[in-house]
């Protein structure tokens, strides 16, 4: 049952196991969403740090640290998961893949609160050239950081000291590169 219902959020609900209702958040509007770790020449990843207003409303954090994504076809109808990765990928880094290795389908970011999914995607990228300039996605996007992939676990420790969220799609998909570094083909 819809509960509350706006263009691109509902709030519904469904009865649980044990007959109470159970209330999520649903995107009427997009049938995935796509996380893409961005890593440049094999030494370095894109990163975006964002001002999420949910994260402000609440006092957690004033800028979160994130990687570019998107909802998958919210903006472009019947569009395929990888023509959403590429082009949000374009839009959020100004960045062109040379490859893209899907890492997993499916993933739940919140399971008991949100019937979101998320792909997450690492795009392989040879040199670092914009090739069309990024949007700030109506101001979200503050900053774009190359950060060698050495120096990562120590620059995100720095990042939440400072006060900084960490998304944790970002996270799954630095785990993903971690784990497959040198599988890839």
Not at 4 to 14: C, G, I
Not at 126 to 153: A, H, N, S, T, W
């Amino acid at each position: 049952m819809i509960l509350y219902d706006t263009k691109y959020l509902q709030l519904k609900s469904t009865p649980s196991k044990t007959g109470k209702e159970w209330v999520y958040a649903h995107r009427p509007n997009a049938s995935d969403v796509v996380v893409i770790l961005p890593v440049i020449n094999n030494k370095q990843i894109l990163f975006l740090k964002e001002e999420r207003p949910p994260l402000q409303a609440e006092g957690i954090a004033k800028y979160c640290i994130g990687i570019p994504a998107g909802l998958v076809g919210d903006e472009r109808k019947g569009e395929s998961i990888e023509d959403a990765i590429r082009a949000e990928l374009l839009e959020e880094a100004g960045l062109k893949a040379d490859n893209i290795h899907i890492m997993t389908h499916r993933a739940a970011s919140s399971a008991g609160c949100v019937s979101e999914t998320i792909t997450i995607a690492i795009a392989e990228i040879k040199e670092y050239k914009i090739v069309e300039k990024p949007v700030d996605d109506g101001g979200v996007i503050r900053e774009r950081m190359l950060i060698d992939i050495d120096k990562i676990p120590d620059w995100l420790k720095e990042r939440e000291a400072a006060g900084d969220a960490l998304t944790m799609s970002t996270l799954a998909a630095l785990y993903f590169f971690m784990v497959t570094k040198g599988e890839r083909v």
